[in-house]
Antibody, heavy 124, light 107 residues
Framework: EVQLLESGGGLVQPGGSLRLSCAAS????????MSWVRQAPGKGPEWVSG????????YYADSVKGRFTISRDNSKMTLYMQMKSLRVEDTAVYYC?????????????????WGPGTLVTVSS | DIQMTQSPSSLSASVGDRVTITCRAS??????LNWYQQQPGKAPKLLIY???NLQSGVPSRFSGSGSGTDFTLSISSLQPEDFATYYC?????????FGQGTKVEIK
């Protein structure tokens, strides 16, 4: 069974940093692209970033470009998101999600499954 | 960015009703459209991919249709576990974008 479990969320002050992790199991991690998707309280999901299976290609939403860095360690079957210069508007539940193929950005792409999420709160 | 607009934003229905939710893209996205269901406090769950393909394990009362800019998600006979919020998402181009959601409530 494919399982994803996020960790690393918490309360951080504006301008601060945080690193999220997503531990994967039940599939050949390196063969699939992965994404981070966030959801602010009471809002719809927002795709944040994606990474290819090998880690060589990364993609970001404009709202986080230059502040967030996605990476993966295939030997540890773990996805990461390093977040810096955090803003109040970054407050959300952050989910990791599996792509159906190795390459992020293909038109035949969907997010399945998702992890349970980890809450990031940016507040003074 | 491609904007996804869902209607209605919420609806009230009874068990056994047929329900239809609409999603409109701001430009043509062929059939690169996915649907998700989200229960309160849970992660979204994939229901339909590529506009009309039922994800494994999803009940057959769910169906999707459409192409270009207009898409629909239908539930043929609403069950108690179907009361949730539904989101569409386009995969035609990056950034991937979601609709604002349709909340299905009990009448």
């Amino acid at each position: 069974e494919v399982q994803l479990l996020e960790s690393g969320g918490g309360l951080v002050q504006p301008g601060g940093s945080l690193r999220l992790s997503c531990a994967a199991s039940g599939f050949t991690f390196s063969s699939y692209a992965m994404s981070w998707v966030r959801q602010a309280p009471g809002k719809g999901p927002e795709w944040v970033s994606g990474i290819s299976g090998g880690g060589g290609s990364t993609y970001y939403a404009d709202s986080v470009k230059g502040r967030f860095t996605i990476s993966r360690d295939n030997s540890k079957m773990t996805l990461y998101m390093q977040m810096k210069s955090l803003r109040v508007e970054d407050t959300a539940v952050y989910y990791c999600a599996k792509d159906p193929s190795e390459w992020f950005g293909e038109s035949t792409e969907w997010f399945d499954p998702w992890g349970p999420g980890t809450l990031v709160t940016v507040s003074s | 960015d491609i904007q996804m607009t869902q209607s209605p934003s919420s609806l009230s229905a009874s068990v056994g009703d047929r329900v239809t939710i609409t999603c409109r893209a701001s430009q043509s996205i062929s059939t690169y459209l996915n649907w998700y269901q989200q229960q309160p406090g849970k992660a979204p769950k994939l229901l339909i991919y590529a506009a009309s393909n039922l994800q494994s394990g999803v009940p057959s009362r769910f169906s999707g249709s459409g192409s270009g800019t207009d898409f629909t998600l239908s539930i043929s006979s609403l069950q108690p576990e179907d009361f949730a919020t539904y989101y569409c998402q386009q995969s035609h181009s990056t950034p991937r974008t979601f609709g604002q959601g349709t909340k299905v409530e009990i009448k």
